[in-house]
């Protein structure tokens, strides 16, 4: 099973994904080791990445979930995943990637990026990736809440993957 844990930046992908890695003993991924140093340098200068930019970035995190696929292994991978074709992409003709959406108010994503240290990507973005978010719907993703700790962040994902009746 992949699982794709998407949002815009300060929802807590990584956070998340590497929690739930643990809890389901396997590997995880996150996008951010996919974009290339000319893109890295874009967003840390504060200047957002247009369709273009993001294209080879996306073609290598589609490589690497079909990599996963093709060893059967449990995976997870952690994704901005800003427009549903950028999460058409990414799922190609593979209905069972199970996508869960992280969602937060502006304010509560605006508060964790400045506390952020270490990271190329610039707070002032943030706006242009809500401007570009086309939130997934229930058909596309499970929806979760990011006000709750991480740990019931995870409990919630793990109650929805298939096969946890």
Known sequence: MIILIMGVSGSGKTTIGEQLAARLDCGFADADQFHSEASKRKMAQGIALTDEDRMPWL?????????????????????????????????????????????????????????????????ELLQDQLDTLEP???????????????????EQIVAALPGQD
Do not use: N, W
């Open 59 to 123: 073609r290598a995190i589609r490589a690497a979930i079909d990599e996963q696929y093709q060893k059967g292994q449990t995976h997870i991978f952690a994704c901005s995943a800003l427009k549903r074709a950028y999460r058409d992409l990414l799922r190609g003709d593979r209905a069972d990637l199970f996508m869960v959406y992280l969602k937060g108010s502006p304010e509560l994503l605006a508060e964790r990026l400045t506390r952020r240290r270490g990271h190329f990507f610039a707070p």
């Open 136 to 154: 997934p719907g229930p058909d596309e993703a499970l929806m979760v809440d990011v006000r709750q700790t991480p740990e019931a962040i995870v």
